[in-house]
C-alpha cells in the first residue's frame, strides 16, 4: 500500500523515530513496516485516522499469516520456527515487539492504560523489577492506592483492577522427567 500524500510527513516522522530495518535493495521501509512497528510500539495515537483505518485492516491479515506459518511449521516438524511464528502472532494481539515480552516493562503494557510513561512511573522504588505476575498477585486495595497514585482516574483503576483479576495465572504444580525404557533417570 502506497502512502497517500497526507501521510508522508506522518510516515516520516515515524520512520526517524521508530528507526525500522531496510531490506536490502530497499532505500526505504514500506508503509506497511512502519506500521508494524507504530502497533507493536503501540504508538497508534501518532498515526492519522485514515492510517490507523488501514492498520485495523492489516492487523487480522497479520494475525492469519502468523497462525497460517505456524500450522505450516508445525505440519512440517519445524518445531523451533512453529514457536517463534506463534510468539510473532501473540506479539501482534498483545501490541509489543518480539523479543521485548521478556521484559516485566513489556508485560506491563497489557495492563488497560499502561503505556510506556505508566509502566515507567509503576516501576519506580520498590517496584522497580515488578512484572506482570507481581502487579497481578499484589494485594488489591495496594494495587488501587499505586494506580490512583499514578494519577489514573476512577474509570481507568477500575478497567485494570479487572484486568488484574482475570489475568491467566499459571504455575508447574508438578514435573516428571522419564526416560523411555528406562527404570532410572
Not at 19 to 37: D, M, N, T
Not at 47 to 75: F, I, T
Not at 79 to 96: F, G, I, N, S
Not at 103 to 114: I, T
Amino acid at each position: 500500500c502506497r502512502p497517500r500524500p497526507d501521510e508522508e510527513a506522518i510516515l516520516a516522522k515515524l520512520v526517524a523515530e521508530l528507526k525500522p530495518k531496510v531490506g536490502k535493495g530497499e532505500r526505504e521501509p514500506s508503509k506497511a513496516a512502519v506500521f508494524l512497528l507504530a502497533h507493536m510500539r503501540r504508538r497508534h495515537d501518532d498515526l492519522s485516522e485514515q492510517m490507523r483505518e488501514d492498520l485495523e485492516l492489516l492487523l487480522p491479515k497479520w494475525r492469519a499469516m502468523a497462525l497460517g506459518m505456524v500450522d505450516m511449521a508445525a505440519r512440517q516438524g519445524f518445531e523451533k520456527t512453529a514457536q517463534e511464528t506463534l510468539e510473532l502472532h501473540r506479539c501482534l494481539v498483545q501490541a509489543v515487539e518480539p523479543g521485548a515480552s521478556a521484559s516485566g516493562a513489556a508485560e506491563l503494557l497489557q495492563v488497560p492504560h499502561f503505556d510506556a510513561e505508566v509502566v515507567k512511573q509503576w516501576r519506580k522504588g520498590a517496584r522497580k523489577a515488578a512484572g506482570l505476575r507481581a502487579f497481578a498477585e499484589m494485594a488489591a486495595e495496594e494495587r488501587r492506592g499505586c494506580l490512583e497514585a499514578l494519577g489514573l482516574d476512577a474509570q481507568r483503576v477500575l478497567d485494570a483492577e479487572e484486568f488484574a483479576r482475570v489475568v491467566p495465572r499459571l504455575s508447574i504444580a508438578e514435573a516428571t522427567v522419564y526416560v523411555a525404557g528406562e527404570d532410572n533417570v
